[in-house]
């Protein structure tokens, strides 16, 4: 089970092959950092956009 | 029962031929900068009901984990994680709270710069801000230095070209990795921590920046925004 576990994690996150790029014309960046960028621009929105409510209904 | 006595300094106030001593100036500019409720208050103004205030509080907290991951790591050294399931668990667990800790740290720093926060007598918490970024850029370059493989003999032949040419080489050594251990595990940690606390006392001291929409007529002079 362990073992089993193990393998879709490194299937997962597989970290020990070449990396992966995205080429646009003079721009190269990994695929690693523009989903993390990615996550970050989504985080953002959603932390300005998700209304925030707070115990005991005062805003 | 018997009553405790305070002594004037104990209660704040402190002797009148006192009053020039060091000691009671430097408590005198705490009491009046940092008053107990406004160092731990109770109550925050109403505009920071909103998701994109809690990012600060989490890059503290990730900050926390990476100093304690780090502080185990230190224990067996930066090896520890090649040959023990252990030290690879707790060498992880450190990269993946300077990841959060970054990740937090970049949300909470666009949040502040579309607020604008340096106003209202903030830009020194702006910058310690910045500072803090920086000496983490620094500490996440040390650590990626302190990985003891290949990737680290990588990153620091490239490191030590990109250093050279924008003229700072000659000031540390990142092929050293004894002296990149120790500005690692030791002054940018402390860096870092240090300014994040200033950070902190600042933010306290000024108050949270309000809203553009309430910005009040004299920013130079503001502080603190209403309570809720």
């Given at each position: 089970m362990?073992?089993?576990?193990?393998?879709?994690?490194a299937?997962?996150?597989?970290?020990?092959?070449?990396?992966?790029y995205i080429?646009?014309?003079?721009?190269?960046?990994s695929?690693?950092?523009?989903?993390?960028i990615?996550?970050m621009?989504?985080?953002?929105?959603?932390?300005?956009?998700?209304?925030?409510?707070?115990?005991?209904?005062?805003? | 029962?018997?009553a405790?006595?305070h002594?004037p300094?104990?209660?704040?106030?402190?002797l009148a031929e006192?009053?020039?001593?060091?000691?009671?100036?430097i408590?005198r500019?705490?009491?009046?900068?940092?008053?107990?409720?406004?160092?731990?208050?109770?109550?925050?103004?109403?505009y920071?009901a909103?998701?994109?205030?809690?990012?600060?509080?989490?890059?503290?907290?990730?900050?926390?984990?990476v100093i304690?991951s780090?502080?185990?790591?230190?224990?067996?050294?930066?090896?520890?994680?090649?040959d023990?399931?252990?030290?690879?668990f707790?060498?992880?667990?450190?990269?993946?709270?300077?990841e959060?800790?970054?990740?937090f740290?970049?949300?909470?720093?666009?949040?502040?710069?579309?607020?604008?926060?340096?106003r209202?007598?903030?830009?020194?918490?702006?910058?310690?801000?910045v500072?803090?970024f920086?000496?983490?850029?620094?500490?996440?370059?040390?650590?990626?230095?302190?990985?003891?493989?290949?990737?680290?003999q990588?990153?620091?032949?490239?490191?030590k070209?990109?250093?050279?040419?924008?003229?700072?080489?000659?000031?540390?050594?990142?092929?050293?990795?004894g002296q990149?251990?120790m500005?690692?595990i030791?002054i940018?940690?402390?860096?870092?921590?240090?300014?994040?606390?200033?950070?902190?006392l600042?933010?306290r001291t000024?108050?949270?920046?309000?809203?553009?929409?309430?910005?009040?007529?004299?920013?130079?002079?503001?502080?603190?925004?209403?309570?809720?």
């Amino acid at each position: 089970m362990t073992a089993a576990l193990a393998v879709v994690v490194a299937a997962l996150v597989n970290i020990t092959g070449p990396g992966h790029y995205i080429h646009w014309g003079f721009i190269q960046i990994s695929v690693g950092n523009i989903i993390v960028i990615s996550l970050m621009v989504v985080t953002f929105l959603a932390a300005i956009l998700i209304p925030y409510h707070r115990k005991g209904g005062r805003s | 029962m018997t009553a405790v006595d305070h002594t004037p300094a104990e209660t704040g106030e402190g002797l009148a031929e006192d009053a020039d001593q060091w000691t009671a100036k430097i408590r005198r500019f705490l009491m009046s900068n940092l008053p107990p409720g406004r160092l731990i208050p109770d109550r925050q103004p109403s505009y920071m009901a909103s998701w994109i205030y809690i990012f600060g509080a989490l890059t503290i907290g990730a900050l926390a984990m990476v100093i304690i991951s780090g502080g185990l790591l230190s224990v067996e050294g930066p090896t520890w994680w090649h040959d023990s399931s252990v030290g690879l668990f707790v060498n992880s667990l450190h990269l993946w709270s300077v990841e959060l800790f970054f990740f937090f740290m970049v949300v909470h720093l666009w949040g502040k710069f579309f607020m604008a926060a340096w106003r209202g007598n903030r830009a020194l918490t702006w910058m310690t801000g910045v500072i803090t970024f920086m000496a983490s850029i620094g500490a996440g370059l040390t650590g990626y230095l302190s990985q003891t493989n290949f990737d680290s003999q990588w990153i620091s032949t490239q490191a030590k070209d990109g250093l050279n040419g924008v003229g700072v080489g000659s000031f540390f050594n990142v092929l050293n990795f004894g002296q990149m251990l120790m500005w690692h595990i030791m002054i940018l940690p402390l860096a870092v921590v240090a300014i994040s606390v200033l950070h902190v006392l600042l933010v306290r001291t000024r108050g949270i920046v309000p809203p553009i929409e309430l910005e009040p007529a004299n920013s130079a002079t503001a502080t603190t925004g209403g309570e809720a």
